[in-house]
């Protein structure tokens, strides 16, 4: 399985066995265990025959970069990958390489008609997907046990997860050939995961158990359910399974809001009546777009990008007990829209743990989220990518072209350390992305060299960012960054100081601006955005409320070089009480509007008319 046809399955039906066709008693919940993440090999199988073979197959491998360890035998005592032996002896492999091309282009016509849909056109495809031939090796699958047959002696294997779906295929591995075969069952079990598989040496395997998906949009809610079906026979001789509700080879993807035909339900959009109604929402109210069709799980403690040449955000926030996926949400401007690229996978055991998520590319070439993303990850001007920092050793990027990540590199020494994603906070600027790091390091990427480099800084020294506690924007009027920060905790307050940066020279200030003694009272600095219209820094939280009950938001003026308050109204996107950490703000310039979105994908609009918004001074 290539990762072109990986995102392919969206074409997928997404609907898993009726009860009908599998008989349960009552569908239990499947919590599945956390895995070490210490191993480089994860979620893979592996099965050791005393005096006689070996065979490994499955996983991610955390160091690859592919993330796919392939087919390994032991080889003195050593795991080792025999994928280019098998690759050499497949006849079939130059149609393997021909469809792979081929499968990579139809993805990107695929996203191309997709995002056409959401913004209102339709998109003639221009590529077709071709037949997919038999590789030299199966699919790669999580969690999908290993059994050896001594009769025929023989390595078998059924289904897995691919992460993106489950699936219910047959292989057998012939050790002393070192060889795959597709085997082709009339009906198999229903597709699932981390089932038993047994031989006795008879010919025969026994399967048992494994877990379907659930798509559940609880929160902290159970993905997975016990099949619970009883046990199915699988006769190497014959190739046939013999067991309860047999059906033929599918795949089973989650469904509802973690898929994308979710998101296309209804007419196509329209363009021209969402500008109609930007036009009328009234000025200095925060007001609700309402897309038809709202993303799930909840993604909290992160931020939202603008992505001001596709007229997208971009939202790649959760982990922890929020949304675990390797899925980057898309709104369209344009058309209140939300684009979910591909079907929601989620990392196996880990999903709703801490800062515990995987490394590396999976075999999907995807990266898993960070424990949160906080303002780790921003849009390129320059690249016109958004760039992913978190990860420790590397830089991941996305690119809404293809709806889905491309590629990596590694990260300078200053911008990896132990937790980076806590406190790497980016910026755009139009030479190129600014990263803040909590050493008060600064760092820009060069897109044309597809790497970082070290700004060096003159003058007063550079505070360090902080988690949840800091923001750096970019003063297009003046050439200059704004950093603001305060000690992590509730006990620590806001001194009203900001840190300014001349972007030409380098040199390093302190501002003391007016009214700073009152700035205590901002509650959350992690989404303070420039505006060149208005040449404010508005605050994405609001005051205390003041005699009338009114909360007022917070801005630094740019100009006046002092902290003052406006009166804001609306449906708030920071929330009753002030601060809101799971929200996401941003800057549209060409339309002249503030953006937000909160944990719950709910997407907020603003125009900000500074003349009628009661500015007076903090």
């Known amino acids: 399985m290539t990762r072109a046809l990986a995102a392919l399955a969206l074409v997928v039906a997404a609907v898993a066995p009726s009860a009908s066709a599998v008989p349960q008693d009552k569908p239990k919940s499947y919590r599945l265990p956390p895995t070490d993440l210490k191993q480089r090999v994860i979620w893979g199988s592996s099965l050791e025959i005393p005096d006689g073979p070996s065979l490994a197959f499955g996983g991610q491998d955390q160091q690859s970069e592919t993330g796919n360890p392939h087919t390994r035998i032991k080889i003195e005592g050593q795991w080792v990958s025999i994928y280019e032996e098998l690759t050499a002896a497949n006849p079939n492999q130059p149609q393997v390489e021909k469809y792979r091309q081929a499968a990579a282009l139809a993805k990107i016509e695929q996203a191309r008609v997709r995002f056409g849909w959401f913004e209102g056109k339709t998109v003639v495809p221009r590529h077709a997907v071709p037949p997919e031939p038999v590789d030299c090796e199966p699919p790669p699958r999580a ?8 009769k025929s002696k023989l390595f078998v294997i059924f289904g897995g997860d691919h992460l993106d779906f489950l699936m ?4 057998v591995f012939d050790p002393a050939r070192r060889k795959w075969t597709k085997r082709a069952p009339p009906t198999a079990p229903p597709p699932r995961a981390n089932h038993t598989l047994k031989a006795d040496g008879d010919g025969k395997v026994v399967l048992s158990g494994g877990y379907t998906y659930t798509s559940s949009t609880d929160y902290v809610g159970g993905q997975y359910r016990d099949h619970g079906d009883g046990e199915w026979i699988y006769d190497l001789a014959a190739d046939q ?8 080879e599918t795949r089973v993807t989650r469904t509802g809001r973690f898929h994308p035909d979710y998101y296309q339900q209804g007419s196509m959009p329209d363009p021209a009546a969402f500008s109609a109604w930007l036009a009328a929402v009234p000025p200095n109210t925060w007001t609700l777009t309402k897309p038809p069709q709202l993303p799930a799980l909840n993604r909290d403690w992160g931020t939202a990008v603008l992505d001001p040449d596709r007229d997208l955000i971009l939202r ?13 949400l898309q709104y369209h401007l344009n058309t209140n829209r939300w684009e979910l690229t591909a079907p929601v996978e989620f990392p196996l055991g880990q999903l709703y743990s801490n ?7 999976n075999f999907n070439h995807r990266p898993w989220i960070t424990g ?4 780790n990850y921003g849009y390129d001007p320059v690249l016109k990518k958004m760039l992913f920092t978190g990860r420790r050793t590397h ?3 996305y690119d809404p072209d293809v709806g889905d990540w491309t590629s990596r590199f590694s990260k300078p020494k200053g911008m990896a350390y132990g937790d980076c994603f806590y406190t790497l906070t980016l910026t755009p600027t139009p030479q190129g992305l600014v990263c803040w790091t909590q050493e008060g390091k600064l760092f820009r990427f060069r897109a044309e060299a597809s790497e970082w480099v070290e700004l060096p800084l003159t003058g007063t020294t550079m505070p360090g960012s902080v988690v949840d506690n800091s923001t750096i924007v970019y003063d297009s009027k003046r050439d200059r960054l704004l950093a603001v920060r305060k000690g992590y905790g509730d006990k620590n307050q806001f001194d009203g100081t900001i840190a300014v940066v001349e972007v030409k020279s380098g040199k390093v200030t302190l501002l003391s601006p007016a009214g700073k003694e009152k700035a205590v009272a901002v509650p959350y600095l992690c989404q303070l955005r ?3 219209t208005t040449d404010l820094v508005l605050g994405g939280c609001t005051l205390e409320p003041d005699g009338e009950g009114l909360r007022r938001t917070p801005a630094y003026d740019c100009a006046g070089d002092r902290w003052v308050s406006l009166k804001i109204g609306g449906d708030d996107p920071s929330g009753k009480k002030g601060r809101n950490v799971s929200l996401g703000m941003m800057v549209d310039a060409k339309r002249k509007l503030y953006w937000a979105v909160d944990t719950n994908s709910n997407v907020f609009v603003l125009r900000l008319d500074v003349a009628t918004a009661d500015l007076k001074p903090m």
């Open 143 to 150: 969690l999908s046990p290993i059994a050896y047959d001594a």
């Open 168 to 171: 219910n295929d047959t292989w």
């Open 241 to 248: 399974w013999s067991g309860k509700g047999g059906i033929p």
């Open 316 to 328: 790649w926030s959760g982990g922890h007990s929020a949304h675990g996926g390797t899925d980057v």
């Open 355 to 361: 800062t515990e998520y995987p490394d590396g590319w």
């Open 372 to 375: 949160h993303t906080y303002q």
């Open 395 to 397: 830089c991941y990027l």
């Open 530 to 532: 420039y505006d060149p």
